[in-house]
C-alpha cells in the first residue's frame, strides 16, 4: 500500500441528552400535537448527522487553533460548482444517531407514550403574562431527567496519523455544546455525556458480513451489481416546489460513478483521478467505464423496464378498463355494444391505471420520506431565499424492511469494462474493483449515503429481465419492431425543437426530428447511405433539464455571457418503431450495438451540447439511451 493511502474508519459516536429533548419532525403526530419529533423512515427518534456536523464545524471554525488545528473544510467539505471557485468534497460522512436507551434500557419505538408529552406556554410580548390560547405540547418519549442515548457510526477515509486527532476534536467540539435542538433557552435538550472512538474497517469485515462472489475470479466484460440501502436515497432529483428536491426510483450511472470516483479518491488521498493514472488501472480508464442505471427491483427478482408509453387504458364498460399495447397502430378489438370506450395514454392515466399496467412489471416498492432542513450561509448562519425562507426538504426514497431490518428491495445495474485493452488490464481493474466496493459505495446522492453493493452470481435471479426481448436473428425485411428507452436518453440538440418567435411560431415537426436523429445514428462514421432501419412513428415524452449547478459548473466564457443551454432528453418508457429494410443483417447489427452500448450522441448534440462528462452527464457511458428490444410485457389483458 502507498503511504499516503487511507483506510476507511468508523467513528462510533454516542451523545446522551437529558429530557426533554426537541428536534422538529415532519410527522403532524397525533391529534393535539404541536411539535412532533424527528423520526428515521423506521419510526426511531434521532439526532440528526448534519445538526451535530454544524454544531461540529461551527467550533471547529470559531476555535480550531485551539483544538489542534481543527479544520471544517478538510473534513465536511466546502460549497461550490467545482475546483474552480474551491468546492471541496466532504471526507467526513455524517450519519444520524439513533435514540437506542432510554435510562439505560432499550427503547421501544412501539411502546406508548402519550402521556409523556411536554407542555409550556407562550408569552405575550406586550403584557408579559400568558398568551390565551397559547399552550403547546410537545412530543416526548422519556419523563423529564431521563437519560436518552442516541448512537450511530460516522465513517471517513482517513490515514492512521490522522484518525485519533480527529476523534479527540470531534468529542472536544460537541463537549462545547450545552445543549442540542431546539427551544435550548427553556432547558431542552441538556447535554449529558459524548463517546467517540474509531476503529479501523478491514475489508476481510466487510466481505464476511456480505459475502459475494470474486469480481476478479474471470476477465469478464460486464458485470451485474446489486444495491442495497437501509438509508433514504435522494437521486436524480427534481424541485418542482421552489425548495423541495424530490428523489426519483432510478439511481443513474452518473451518480454510481461519481461516488465511485469520490471514493477512489478519498482512499488513494488524491485530488483527481489523474493523479492515479500511474498506480492505478481503475483510475486509468475510468472515463471507459461504462455504467448502466440502477432499477429497483423485488430481492428475489430480475431488472425491471419503465412502463411502455405505447400503453394505453381502454374503458370497456363504466367500471372495467384494460390496459392495451398501441404500438402497431391497430385497430382496438371490439367493445360491447354501445358508444366505443374512452383511449387514455399514461399522461392522462390515474392511479388505477398505472395498478393495473404494473401487474407483472417487477418494479421494486420504495417509500417515501421526507426530511427538511435549513439553508446554511458561509458564516453558519440561516441562508434567507429571496422569498424569505431559509427551509428546503428532500423527498426521499426508502427501501421497505422486514422484521429483521433487511431491505426488500435492491436496485440492479451493470458494470461494463468490455473497453479495456486486454485480459490483463482488465482483470486488475475489477480487482481494484471488488476491494473498493466491498467497503460499500459513497457518497450517494444528495443525502451522502453509504449503500451496500454486491456482485451477483451466475445464478442468481437478478441476471433474469422481467420481460424477455425479442430475438434479432428472427427479423425479416419488412417487420416492425418496437424500440423501447430503458433510460432517458439526449437524441436530438436544442436547436432542432427550438423555433425562433415564440408561440406563434410554427412547431417542429418531431417525426421528422426523431426520424433524423436516428438515420444519423446509424450512419456514425460511414459514408452517408441508406439506413437499415427506419422510423415509423413513436409513442414519447420529452423534457427539460439543467439548471443553476449545471450552468455554474460549465462556467462562463471570457466575455462573461452564459454559454449554458438546457438540454432536451427524451424520458425513459418511449417507444420507436422501425421498420426493418432490405439490408437485414445490417439492421440486426445495429439493433445488437445499441442494445450492447446504447443509444450514443449524433454529431448535432456533440458540436452544440459537448460529449463529454464534462460537459453534461447524459451519455452512453453513464446509462443513458438503454433500449430494449420489444420487450414482452406480458399483461393478461394484451
Known sequence: ???????????????????????????????????TLLTDPQGRPVLPGSLLAGRIAEAWTAHGAELGGADADRWFGRPGFGAQDGAQRARLLSADLRLTTVEGQPFDPAAPCHDLDAARVRIDADTGSVAAGALLQV????????????????????????????????RAAL????????????????????????????????????????????A????????????????????????????????????????????????????????????????????TLRCSQALPAPFTGGRPL???????????????????????????????????????????????????????????ETHSYLRVRTAIDGRGQARVTEEGGALFAYQCQVAPQDAAGRPLTRWLFDLDLGTLPDDGERRRAWAELEELLAHGLAPLGKTDARVQVRALADGDAGHRPVWAERDVNLLRPGDRLPLLLASDALLFPLSAVAVPGGAAAPQADLTAVYRAAFDALQQGAQPPQAPALTLSHFFATQRLVGGPWL????????????????????????????????????????????????????????????????????????????????PQHGHPNL
Open 175 to 218: 463537549l462545547l455544546q450545552t445543549q442540542l435542538g431546539a427551544w435550548r433557552n427553556v432547558g431542552f435538550g441538556r447535554l449529558l455525556e459524548v463517546e467517540v472512538s474509531a476503529q479501523r474497517l478491514p475489508v476481510a469485515t466487510q466481505r464476511a458480513a456480505a459475502p459475494q462472489p470474486a469480481v476478479a475470479a474471470a
Open 220 to 287: 469478464a466484460s460486464s458485470r451485474r451489481f446489486a444495491l442495497l440501502s437501509s438509508e433514504p436515497l435522494c437521486v436524480s432529483t427534481r424541485s418542482r416546489r421552489g425548495n423541495v428536491f424530490e428523489s426519483g426510483e432510478v439511481i443513474p450511472g452518473a451518480a454510481l460513478l461519481g461516488a465511485l470516483a469520490t471514493q477512489l479518491c478519498q482512499r488513494h488521498g488524491v485530488a483527481t483521478l489523474a493523479d492515479l493514472a500511474g498506480r492505478s488501472t481503475l483510475a486509468r480508464h475510468f472515463d
Open 1 to 35: 500500500m502507498n503511504t499516503t493511502d487511507r483506510s476507511l474508519y468508523g467513528i462510533d459516536l454516542a451523545v446522551t441528552l437529558a429530557a426533554p429533548y426537541l428536534v422538529h419532525g415532519n410527522d403532524p403526530g397525533r391529534f393535539g400535537l404541536h411539535a
Open 306 to 364: 419503465p412502463l411502455l408509453q405505447s400503453l394505453v387504458s381502454v374503458k370497456i364498460s363504466p367500471d372495467h378498463r384494460e390496459i392495451r399495447d398501441a404500438w402497431r397502430h391497430a385497430e382496438l378489438p371490439p367493445t360491447p355494444p354501445g358508444p366505443p370506450g374512452v383511449i387514455a395514454f399514461q399522461t392522462d392515466w390515474k392511479d388505477g391505471d398505472f395498478t393495473l399496467a404494473r401487474v407483472k412489471q417487477g418494479w421494486g
Open 551 to 630: 450552468h455554474g459548473r460549465r462556467g462562463l466564457p471570457a466575455d462573461g455571457q452564459p454559454r449554458y443551454r438546457p438540454l432536451v432528453l427524451t424520458e425513459a418508457g418511449s417507444v420507436f418503431v422501425f421498420t426493418v429494410g432490405p439490408d437485414v443483417a445490417a439492421a440486426r447489427a445495429q439493433l445488437q450495438a445499441w442494445r450492447r452500448q446504447g443509444l450514443g450522441l449524433s454529431a448535432a448534440v456533440v458540436a452544440e451540447h459537448g460529449g463529454r462528462w464534462t460537459d453534461h452527464p447524459y451519455l452512453p457511458s453513464l446509462g443513458y439511451g438503454e433500449v430494449a428490444l420489444a
Open 139 to 170: 412530543e416526548q418519549v422519556a419523563a423529564p431527567g431521563a437519560a436518552l442515548r442516541f448512537a450511530g457510526r460516522w465513517t471517513t477515509w482517513a490515514l492512521p496519523t490522522e484518525i485519533d486527532a480527529l476523534c479527540l476534536q470531534i
